[in-house]
Structures are given as C-alpha cells and as structure tokens.
C-alpha cells in the first residue's frame, strides 16, 4: 500500500491523505496521481524532489504505522534554503542529508 508521511520542522510526523485532484492539477508522484496543490500545502510552496535512494527502509516509530515502511519519493519546499526555513532535523536524520521546511515522504507500508 502507498502510503504519504507528513515530517514537519515542527511537531510529530503523521500519516496523512492525499486529496482528490481535478483534472487540471494531477500531478503523478510514484505510480499514481495526486493533487499537485495538496502537495504544495505539505511544504509550504513549489514542490522539488528530494535526492534520495528508491527501496531504502525507513526506521520510523512502531506507533506511526507499526509494519515495514519503504521510501519510493521524498519532496520539499522548492525555496526552502532561499526562504530560511527551518531545520528539519527527523526528515534530515531519516534521509541522510540536511533538510529545510516540511517534508513530504511517499511510502510503501508493508503489513
């Protein structure tokens, strides 16, 4: 199951539901479509995916989802550096890289 994970600068990271999209805002993440604004709401601003290895498993706590989870796509906030956002220290321990502003993870749940 594809699943999406909200990791924001502040607060916990949760699992969240994509919105619908209207046929002139799909935009395909992975292997389905979902609303490029949703997306934007996530991080605050133009989408931009984040550098990352497909397949790579995340260690997340057993109380977010409790079963394996996969990393398909990361994205950010396009200006996050420009904009001074802040650190994102869960997202950038997760990723292995230093992140700014919310990030967005498109997963697989295996369970």
Do not use: Y
Not at 33 to 39: A, I, N
Not at 58 to 67: N, T, V
Request: glycine share 10%; proline share 4%.
């Amino acid at each position: 199951m594809t699943a999406w994970i909200h990791v924001p600068v502040k607060g916990k990271m949760k699992m969240v539901q994509s919105e619908s999209m209207t046929d002139d805002e799909s935009f395909v993440a992975g292997s389905h479509e979902v609303s490029l604004r949703w997306m934007q709401q996530m991080v605050g601003g133009w989408i931009e995916r984040v550098p990352t290895p497909s397949g790579v498993a995340l260690d997340l706590p057993e109380e977010l989802c409790g079963e394996a989870v996969f990393l398909i796509n990361a994205w950010c906030n396009e200006e996050g550096r420009l904009e001074g956002l802040g650190f994102n220290a869960i997202a950038s321990a997760l990723l292995g890289q230093h992140l700014v502003g919310d990030i967005l993870l498109e997963v697989v749940v295996n369970g």
